[in-house]
């Protein structure tokens, strides 16, 4: 059975950083893309940061440049997620999921999904 986990959400400060972790199990993305998308109540998913099978091609919402950062692992089968400088409007659940393709920015070429961790930022 493949799963995604993440990991790392909570509660923070305006300014304060989080890390966000994805473990995925039951077969390998060493191959494949991988994302981070969020959604906030009341307004639809959206995607944060993609990253290709390899590591080498990241491409951000514009609302995240500069500030959050996508890297994987693939020896642990493992995205990442380091946000730093949050704002209130980075409230929100946070999902991990994979691709099948080897890079993608379309969320609807993403088909495994975690459960998704709560973010939440206090101004």
């Known amino acids: 059975q493949v799963q995604l986990v993440e990991s790392g959400g909570g509660l923070v400060q305006a300014g304060g950083s989080l890390r966000l972790s994805c473990a995925a199990s039951?077969?390998?993305?060493?191959?494949?893309?991988m994302g981070w998308f969020r959604q906030a109540p009341g307004k639809e998913r959206e995607i944060v940061a993609v990253?290709?099978?390899?590591?080498?091609?990241?491409h951000y919402a514009d609302s995240v440049k500069g500030r959050f950062t996508i890297s994987r692992d693939n020896a642990k089968n493992t995205v990442y997620l380091q946000m730093n400088s949050l704002k209130p409007e980075d409230t929100a659940v946070y999902y991990c999921?994979?691709?099948?393709?080897?890079?993608?920015?379309?969320?609807?070429?993403?088909?495994?999904w975690g459960q998704g961790t709560q973010v939440t930022v206090s101004s």
């Open positions: 990253i290709n099978w390899n590591g080498e091609i990241t």
């Open positions: 999921a994979a691709s099948s393709d080897r890079y993608s920015y379309t969320a609807s070429r993403y088909n495994y």
């Open positions: 039951g077969r390998t993305f060493s191959s494949d893309a």
